[in-house]
C-alpha cells in the first residue's frame, strides 16, 4: 500500500482546483443536511436525512442504490459504482447519517459560519463528511476520472448509538473490501487522521440481596448496595492506564430507602483498551466476578460491543501513502490514537486496512461548541477524490 501508482500531479492539482471552487456549494449542501436533524432514534428523522443524501449521489453519478432496511433505526444506504480494474477488491468508505442531537437542538444552537468555521449540531460529526463524500466524487466526476477499484459507499444510521442494526452490513461489505475509509472528522483543529481506535465493552452489574428494616431486623438483610459497593472497588483498581486500559463505573442506582437494607443495586460501566486480548481478558474477569456475601447474587449482561482497531503495518503503510499524497494539497497530515470507537474499529478488526478520520477538522462534536474548519475543508475533500481514484 505504500507505493500507490503515480498520481499525475495534473490531476491533482485539477481536483483540488475544482473543488476550490465548489467552496458555496459545499457549505449551501452542509446548511441543508445540518439543517435535516437526525437523532439516532428517531427513524423517520434519520431515514429523511438519508433520503436526502440518496438524491445527492443519485444526481451526482450513476449509482447501484440499495436501501437496507432497518425497523428500529435509519435505514441503511448502500451506492456502488465498479471501477476500472475488476480484479480489485472494492474501496469501502464508510459514514453515518445519525447524530447525537435531538430534534429541536437547532432552534437554540442554530448552523452558522463565522470566521472560516461552522457551527451547528452534526455539522463536524458528520455533515460535513458527508458532504466531501459527494463532493469528491463529483470532483472526478467533473474531471472525467475513474476510479481503478470498484467503490461503495455505505451510509448507516445507527452509528452513535453503537450500530446493532448495521454491523452487520459493515462486516459483510468490509470482507469484500481491500481497503476501508471513514468519514469520521479528524483529531481536533489540525484533523490528524486516525490509525488506532480503543476497543469498547459496555457492561450492567446488578447485585440482588434481601431487603429488611434497618431498625428493626437489620442483621436479616443483605444489602445489595454495600456487596456491590465492594465489587466497583475491586473492578475499578483494573484500570491500568500504562496500557490504556480503562474501567470506569459510571452510573449507578440502587436501594429505594434510607431505613430500608438494599435488595437490590447495579452499576453501568464502560471498559476500553487498545489491545484485543487486555479487552477479552477482563471481559471474562468481569464475568467471572464473585460476591463475598453468599446472599447476595450478582449477574452481569453486556460485553464487547467495538473491537479494538489496532495500528496494524497496513494500517501505517495506508497513512504514509495518504501523507505523500496530502502534501501536495498543501495538507500536512499527522496521525493520531484515540479512545473513541467507530465503525472503523468493525471493518479493522477484521484485518482490512482502515483509514479513520478523512472527515472534515473541527472541534466540540456531540456538544453546543460543535464546528468544524472550512479553509482546510476544501484540499481535504480533494485529497479524499484521489484516495478513491488511486487506492
Ligand atoms: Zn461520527
Redesign the pocket.
Known sequence: MSSLPHLDPAAAASLAAWLRGQESAMLACLEDWVGCESPSLDKAAVDRMSERVAQAFAAAGDFQMRRLSASECGDGLDLFAPGADLSLPELLILG?CDTVYPIGTLAHQPFRVSDSLAWGPGVM??KA?LVSALFAWRALAASGLRPRRGIRFLFTGD??IGSRASRGWIEDRARRAGVVLVL??GLGLEGHLKTARKGIASYTLRARGRAAHAGVDFESGASAIVELARRIVEIAAWSDPARGVSLNPGVIRGGTRSNVVAAEAEVECDLRAWQPADLESLDRRLRGLVSGDPRVSLEITGGINRPPMPRTSAIASLFAATRALALPLGLALEESATGGG?DGNFTAALGVPTLDGLGVAGAG?HSPQEHCRLDTWPPRTALLACLLLML
Open positions: 453515518h460529526d458528520m463528511g452509528e452513535e469520521e472528522p467507530s462534536a
